[in-house]
């Protein structure tokens, strides 16, 4: 399965961004999308992730009531939604997915990766 990540841009400190991840082909059985962010010279970092039916959501503690993660089965599409963007929120911004429902926030778990769209927020 192909990622395209698309949504990021320059955006001032308090302001909002969605993030869009389009799949290539329709996803049959059981599977979990994600967001990974990475900074230069750092580890990619686990943001959120949701199972295919949207019964199972997870987020990193710097992030919760900030952003939401979201599926559209219909179009293969995967958002994040983020609002009160930070400084600290500025990376590049990476979709993944996996198959099965287990909860995986390892990067090393996703097979399918999204080419990352950069997310600045000014301060």
């Known amino acids: 399965v192909q990622l395209q990540a698309s949504g990021g841009g320059l955006v001032q400190a308090g302001g909002s961004l969605r993030l869009s991840c389009v799949a290539s082909a329709r996803t049959f059985g059981s599977y979990t999308v994600a967001w990974f962010r990475q900074v230069l010279g750092k580890e990619r970092e686990f943001v959120a992730s949701?199972?295919?039916?949207?019964?199972?959501?997870r987020y990193t503690g710097s992030v919760k009531g900030r952003f939401t993660i979201s599926i559209d089965n219909a179009k293969n599409t995967v958002y994040l939604q983020m609002h009160s963007l930070k400084p600290e929120d500025t990376a590049i911004y990476y979709c993944?997915?996996?198959?099965?429902?287990?909860?995986?926030?390892?990067?090393?778990?996703?097979?399918?990766w999204g080419q990352g769209t950069l997310v600045t927020v000014s301060s």
């Open positions: 993944a997915r996996r198959d099965g429902i287990l909860v995986r926030t390892s990067a090393v778990s996703y097979p399918d």
């Open positions: 949701m199972t295919w039916d949207g019964r199972s959501t």
